[in-house]
């Protein structure tokens, strides 16, 4: 289960932190990270820690956004927010089942964040 919070309105220029938790039978997390999809558009990477400490960002949010992971938690530091940067922001998770050693993906449910224009 992957559960996120902290979305909201802000507005231009502001910032805003996203949370995700994941739970369950998870022997080894591989990554842990963010993806967003704005109106309209397709669902695109914003953000991915690939274990042990590999960072990827979308070269949008460069110098802006900060993904960090603290075991089963990931979190996404947005600052100097856009109006593009308007969508819903969905965990990502991808682990090790510890009962069946099967490699799982898993979605959040989505979190929207907006900025007005």
């Known amino acids: 289960q992957v559960v996120e919070s902290g979305g909201g309105s802000v507005p231009p220029g502001g910032s805003l932190r996203l949370s995700c938790a994941a739970s369950?039978?998870?022997?080894?997390?591989?990554?842990m990270g963010w993806y967003r999809q704005a109106p309209g558009k397709q669902r695109e990477l914003v953000a991915t820690v690939t274990n042990p400490a590999t960072i990827e960002y979308a070269d949008s949010v460069k110098g802006r956004f900060t993904v960090s992971r603290n075991a089963g938690r990931v979190y996404l530091q947005m600052n100097s927010l856009k109006h593009e940067d308007t969508a819903t922001y969905y965990c990502?998770?991808?682990?090790?089942?510890?009962?069946?050693?099967?490699?799982?993906?898993?979605w959040g449910q989505g979190t929207l964040v907006t900025v007005p224009s």
């Open positions: 990502y998770v991808e682990y090790v089942d510890a009962m069946t050693f099967r490699h799982i993906e898993v």
């Open positions: 369950g039978d998870i022997q080894m997390i591989h990554i």
